[in-house]
């Protein structure tokens, strides 16, 4: 399902058989205008998605837009202003904050943790723990807020979790049927191991064949450690329990990369809100 069919599939949702209060309230025929007002401070997201909202609502809206999308806002600044029929600004009222608020909140977090990891070469990187249909959107965020995105899905990558070395029968024939299947079928695509302890990290460094190993809920100590066996040798990347308090520590390690999965699914939306400009 592409964005136009989630706009479309969510304005459904919400309308149902009709505005009714706006039905009762407002004549028809009146136009007016709204301006959204942000609230908190952070980094601003999904101004194109608040453009097709009000697109799809009614093609006769007009939104004119203040700020771009990856700019610092601040309580009181305005990003845009949308002019048109008030039914239908009120209709896309809810579906455009629902979306920019969140939106705005990834990329708020996900910029709070680049900022914090300043002076270390690690990325900041999201995970699959996205909203289900929303990933395109919410992984957008992450970029705009500085980060870098793992994997879209599936699709892209090869990850070996914990749960596929169990089923595999261990990490030397998970490997193995990896590399098996992609020389079958002419893929290319690069492979990412999990590893739960060094036992299981010093059978990747001595099987290889894979570009990048995750090394899953170690300590900073421990990570220390493991970056010490690995001498460079493969692409590292922490993840598990790292949070704003700790990630500095670990991106002093010197890891190449940082997983952070609570930049998708424990978020706090950025405060704003859309408001009638009075004649």
């Given amino acids: 399902m592409n964005l136009d069919e989630i706009i ?3 304005i459904a949702e919400d309308e149902g058989d009709g505005d009714h209060t ?4 407002i004549p028809p025929s009146a136009e007016g205008q709204a301006k959204l007002i942000i609230k908190a401070a952070g980094i601003l997201c999904g101004m194109k998605v608040a ?13 004119s837009p203040f700020l771009n999308d990856g700019a610092k806002v601040k309580k009181g600044d305005v990003a845009f202003q949308v002019s048109g029929k008030v039914s239908s600004i009120l209709l896309a009222e809810r579906l455009v904050l629902n979306f920019m608020q969140r939106m705005s909140g990834i990329a708020t977090a996900t910029s709070r943790l ?3 990891t300043a002076g270390f070469h690690a990325k900041i990187l999201d995970t699959r723990k996205t909203t289900p249909l929303l990933r395109e959107l919410e992984k957008y965020a992450v970029r705009t807020g500085g980060g870098m995105n793992h994997r879209m899905g599936l699709y892209d990558m090869i990850m070996i979790k914990d749960n596929h070395v169990d089923y595999a029968g261990g990490i030397a024939k998970a490997i193995d ?3 098996r299947y992609l020389k ?6 690069k492979v990412e191991i999990e590893v739960r302890n060094f036992t299981e990290l010093q059978q990747v460094i001595d099987h290889g064949q894979v570009d990048r190993v995750m090394l899953d809920n170690f300590s900073v100590q421990d990570l220390k450690k493991a970056l010490g066996m690995i001498a460079g040798s493969i692409e590292t990347e922490a993840s598990g329990g790292i949070d704003e308090n700790n990630i500095r520590d670990y991106a002093s390690t010197g890891v190449d990369f940082i997983s952070v999965g609570a930049l998708t699914h424990h978020i706090q939306s950025l405060d704003m809100s859309l408001k009638a400009v009075r004649k």
């Fill in 8 to 10: 479309t599939s969510a």
């Fill in 22 to 25: 706006t039905k009762s309230t």
């Fill in 51 to 63: 453009e097709k909202v009000f697109f799809h609502v009614d093609r006769e809206l007009v939104m």
């Fill in 114 to 116: 680049v900022r914090l």
């Fill in 177 to 179: 049927e990896v590399q």
């Fill in 184 to 189: 079958e079928n002419s893929k290319s695509l």
